[in-house]
């Protein structure tokens, strides 16, 4: 019988700054890995969706991944999936099902451990796609960030940045949902008019806004109450100035800053403004919210809602894993819009 060949995408080299380029990564033909190498609980799987997210970009610096160890040089990326099991070394999984969360070979089959692995299955109210889009890992970081961290009441003005994103999309719709009032921001006019579509009553887009802490002022005159924040940095900076006092900052993610070396991070120059204000900090991680009663709630309240139609997810999805490369390029320098995906 002759080998079956795959494709995989490989990183070169570490990138320790700057927006990585196509030569960073090798997309290669490789043999497949067989059933007769599982050791024990163990899978071989065909990953159907991969995602591009920007924490990645963290992962291909060599500096410790941040908070998601490092890909290494000369090894596969890795990243979020939703794969079909091909064959099983493991009493918990069996050939045919689907499963999700944890990392996956950027390859067209891999081995993995089945240990944190979870099974998801087609209904009428979801498709295997969704599983990495409106219930998947960002639409929940949205959710623990503004519902459960966030205290959300009717009548207050939430702040989200990269609004757009696979996120911030979710954060504008819980928060419309709740009764806020939104200022979203993100980086096109293309973007602008997408969060707007979501329900957000003010957008701006911050690379022609001018001076932000102006932008966010003639935004929400009244101030804010909830400041998600998406990007970090000067923006925060920013922020920190138009918090109401008693109000809340969510940092969720420095976009601002991945591409960044070390040493030219933003210093913060407000963080006196927390006393002043006597605002409530909480940064958050979302693997630490798998599983808990907040996920639960999360898949009860999100498949309702999209089920009937009164929230929309938006995939921006690229085919062949050979596009790979670009299609997580595009995430770090603001091409994509919504949650790319990658469909195998
Ligand atoms: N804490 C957690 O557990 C957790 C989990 C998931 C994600 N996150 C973080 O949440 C944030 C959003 O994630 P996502 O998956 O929704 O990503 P995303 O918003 O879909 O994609 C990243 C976006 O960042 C923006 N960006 C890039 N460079 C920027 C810059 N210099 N200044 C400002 N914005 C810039 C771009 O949008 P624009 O065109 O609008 O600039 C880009 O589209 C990320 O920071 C991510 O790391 C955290």
Not at 229 to 246: I, P, S, W
């Amino acid at each position: 019988m002759t080998a079956e060949n795959i494709t995989r995408v490989i990183l070169n080299n570490h990138i320790p700054s700057g927006i990585p380029k196509p030569s960073d990564f090798t997309v290669e033909t490789v043999s497949a890995p067989t059933a007769e190498i599982l050791k024990d609980n163990e899978l071989l799987v065909r990953p159907l969706y991969l995602s591009c997210d920007p924490y990645m970009r963290n992962r291909i610096k060599g500096n410790g991944g941040f908070y998601v160890p490092d890909i290494q040089a000369k090894a596969a990326i890795t990243g979020h999936g939703v794969c079909v099991v091909e064959a099983s070394s493991s009493n918990k999984f069996a050939p045919g099902d689907h499963i999700t969360t944890g990392l996956f070979d950027w390859a067209q089959k891999a081995i993995v451990p089945a240990e944190g692995r979870r099974k998801v299955s087609e209904t009428d109210r979801v498709s295997l796609v969704d599983y990495i889009g409106v219930l998947g890992m960002p639409s929940f970081t949205a959710y623990v960030g503004t519902v459960v961290l966030g205290n959300p009441k009717k009548g207050e003005t939430l702040l989200v940045t990269s609004a757009a994103g696979a996120v911030g999309q979710m954060v504008v719709q819980l928060a419309k949902a709740r009764g806020l009032r939104v200022v979203a921001v993100a980086g096109s006019d293309d973007k602008i008019e997408f969060v707007k579509t979501l329900g957000a009553d003010v957008a701006f887009n911050y690379k022609t806004c001018g001076n932000f802490e102006h932008a966010i002022h003639q935004a929400a005159p009244e101030g804010i109450d909830i400041y998600f924040d998406n990007v970090g940095g000067e923006f925060l900076d920013a922020a920190l100035m138009n918090m109401r006092h008693h109000g809340r900052v969510i940092p969720c993610g420095m976009a601002s800053q991945y591409n960044i070396a070390a040493d030219d991070e933003y210093r913060m120059e407000n963080f006196s403004q927390v006393i002043i204000r006597k605002l409530t900090i909480i940064g958050f991680l979302v693997m630490e919210y798998y599983p808990t009663a907040s996920f639960t709630e999360f898949i009860a309240e999100v498949s309702t809602l999209y089920a009937c139609g009164k929230i929309t997810y938006k995939i921006d999805e690229i085919v062949g894993l050979e596009n790979g490369p670009a299609a997580l390029i595009d995430v770090f320098d603001g091409n994509s819009v919504g949650r790319r995906i990658i469909r195998v």
